[in-house]
């Protein structure tokens, strides 16, 4: 009968530290998890009080804080207006008279990678599309309906020329690779803001900034935008049109607003013989793109 009883208060015993064990186990774990949801509420209250005087705006964050909220800093794209100038790389028209093969267009580091070239296209670009308007070519030199193709160009004309070729890589293996730069033909002397055109992006701007703000522009919304006027050669300001949106009417608004009473004046273009003549430029601004 003993036995049987101490045997009985062993097992009760057994149990009995399996059990405090266990709950103290949770216990412990409880507490981790406590602990680590008070530091990151911690962390998340000292960013909280250094952000929400520099903004109203309220943004949800993390699964675990679904009722929390954190305020962030409107975005003002300081780097909003990208650039303004011809639509594509400018080449002037004087230059492409002359052009008679690839050299005229890369340089010679550009070139002494190629190992074989595949085929040489130059396309011809209208609104903002290619045309059927090409011609190809196998080597650098370019063919007569290449040549035809190029002297047909003038001033604001845009084109592609695009290169495919074989390029040995680090360890002597040949790959496919492509190049395709995008041209416009300039004048031989450009239009010229006379403040100059770090002030002309500095005035677009900073003027344009209440409108941004007003708009509540969403980085992920945003699209890159083309804003094209001609300068005449009066100097004048004409035919401001915008060629893409930023996806924020108020903003574009603004913009077209902007360039169309741009203070300051510009210096009018000219061509080979000195005569003033018109010029297209665009101004790139929103999301960095194409």
């Known amino acids: ?15 009995c530290l399996t059990v405090f064990g266990v709950l103290e186990r949770k216990d412990l774990k409880s507490e981790s998890t406590e602990a ?16 929400t005087k520099e903004s109203n705006i309220e943004t949800t ?16 794209f300081e780097d909003f207006i990208y650039d303004v100038g011809p639509r594509f790389a400018p080449m002037k028209k004087s230059a492409i008279e002359k052009a008679t093969s690839l050299e005229d267009f890369f340089t010679w580091e550009e070139l002494r990678v190629i190992s074989e070239i595949k085929f040489i296209e130059i396309i011809i670009i209208e609104n903002e599309r290619q045309t059927p308007k090409r011609a190809i070519s196998y080597t650098k030199t370019f063919t007569d309906a290449q040549l035809k193709l190029i ?14 070729y074989l390029e040995k890589n680090s360890v002597g293996k040949l790959e496919h690779k492509f190049n395709s730069p995008h041209i416009t033909i300039v004048p ?69 607003e ?18 003033k003549m ?3 430029q665009v101004v790139t601004f929103g999301l960095m793109g194409c």
Do not use: C
């Not at 009968?1 to 015993?13: D, N, P």
């Not at 680590?36 to 952000?51: D, G, H, Q």
């Not at 964050?61 to 003002?76: A, L, N, Q, R």
């Open 61 to 76: 964050i993390g699964s675990i804080f679904k009722k929390d909220s954190i305020k962030v800093k409107p975005e003002i």
């Open 1 to 15: 009968m003993k036995k049987r009883i101490i045997i009985f208060v062993a097992v009760l015993i057994t149990l």
């Open 36 to 51: 680590s949801i008070i530091k990151a509420i911690a962390l998340n209250t000292t960013f909280e009080e250094k952000v």
């Open 188 to 256: 031989e002397k450009q239009t010229e803001y006379v403040n100059g055109k770090d002030e002309l992006k500095k005035y677009l701007r900073e003027n344009s900034r209440e409108a941004r703000i007003k708009a509540n522009v969403d980085p992920m919304k945003l699209q890159p935008a083309k804003l094209y006027f001609t300068v005449t050669k009066e100097g004048n300001i004409e035919n401001v049109k915008l060629d893409r949106t930023s996806n924020y009417p108020l903003v574009d608004k603004t913009m077209i």
């Open 258 to 275: 902007l360039i169309k009473n741009l203070p300051g004046n510009w210096k009018p273009a000219e061509n080979a013989k000195g005569n």
């Open 151 to 164: 002297q047909s160009f003038d001033y604001t004309s845009h084109f592609n020329i695009r290169v495919e």
């Open 278 to 280: 018109n010029q297209e």
